[in-house]
């Protein structure tokens, strides 16, 4: 493995590590939210930076309907990522407070919560897109893979349970814009309904790249 991969992977695992950290907001404390958010804005700076050869690459090429899926998704994400960066500034008490922005309270709530669960949603997709490459060396390494289908599919309907309980839904579409959070609940409960989220649409990310991939096969015997 290249030097440039192995980073790519830290700040990749990183990421992965903070998104469940960064929606718990409310109870890990909003500097603890803040400073957070400060270190992924870093590494999704390095992570463009890493995978820039990607937007080099959007000129040229045939565009299928994978390419067509994939790039929709990297370029919604992209989106967020700048709304996020743009409302989390705009809100910070503590990190940001010395600049002089005023009356942003609105539009940058707004604004946060439509970009971090849409971010949250479009991430998780973003990692199913890739998800085949580490699927294989798991593959390589379980002597039973059928017990990991099974576990995969158990984990992704547990999503749905968690992303109906938790109301992401509403928050996505902003009919809701008050977030809910359950101080009493131990911190181990969200990051498991959380978790299981992200592996839903990691799940279904795996599988839309996958059916798109075999389409592409498809048609290109078909020529």
Wanted: positive net charge.
């Amino acid at each position: 493995m290249s030097v440039k991969a192995k980073w790519r992977m830290l700040v990749d695992s990183l990421m992965v590590v903070l998104i469940p950290l960064l929606m718990a907001y409310s109870l890990i404390g909003e500097t603890a939210h803040e400073w957070l958010g400060v270190m992924m804005s870093l590494l999704f700076v390095g992570h463009y930076l890493l995978n820039f050869y990607w937007f080099k690459g959007l000129v040229k090429g045939r565009w299928t309907a994978l390419r067509i899926y994939q790039t929709i998704v990297n370029i919604l994400l992209l989106l967020c990522t700048l709304g996020l960066i743009i409302s989390g500034i705009a809100l910070s008490r503590t990190v940001f407070s010395f600049l002089p922005i005023e009356g942003s309270g609105s539009w940058g709530r707004t604004l946060h919560l439509l970009t971090s669960y849409w971010g949250f949603v479009l991430m998780s997709f973003h990692l199913g897109q890739h998800w085949s490459m580490i699927l294989n060396r798991v593959r390589r390494s379980a002597k039973r893979p059928v017990i990991l289908r099974v576990l995969a599919v158990a984990f992704a309907g547990y999503g749905i349970m968690a992303f109906i309980k938790r109301e992401i839904g509403t928050y996505m579409t902003l009919q809701n814009t008050f977030v809910y959070f359950d101080f009493g609940e131990p911190l181990f409960f969200f990051f498991i309904d959380y978790i299981a989220i992200m592996g839903l649409f990691v799940f279904l990310g795996y599988y839309v790249t996958s059916a798109l991939k075999w389409l592409n096969k498809g048609m290109s015997r078909e020529r």
